[in-house]
């Protein structure tokens, strides 16, 4: 989950850039920011595990099938 979380802020959210340019985003080192990030979508996906159940996610995109007591 971190490997592809680091993989995923390195590809898409810019990696160990500051998101905005400024005087106060200028001081804090680029590991900060790589950390930072890494560390939101690790978060977001533990959130998203814990929230949606993995056969409720199955059943609303129509992957489970119909059950065998009818």
Same mark, same amino acid.
Request: net charge positive; hydrophobic share 30%; with cysteine.
């Given at each position: 989950m971190i490997l592809i979380s680091a993989l995923t802020v390195v590809m898409f959210f810019?990696?160990?850039q500051a998101p905005w340019d400024s005087v106060v985003?200028?001081?804090v080192p680029p590991f900060i920011w790589l950390f930072a990030k890494i560390f939101l979508v690790? =978060?977001?996906f533990l959130w998203f595990r814990a929230t949606f +159940?993995?056969?409720a996610m199955t059943? =609303?995109?129509g992957w489970a099938g119909r059950s065998?007591? +009818?």
């Open positions: 810019g990696g160990w985003t200028n001081w690790v =978060s977001m +159940r993995a056969t059943r =609303s995109c065998s007591s +009818r």
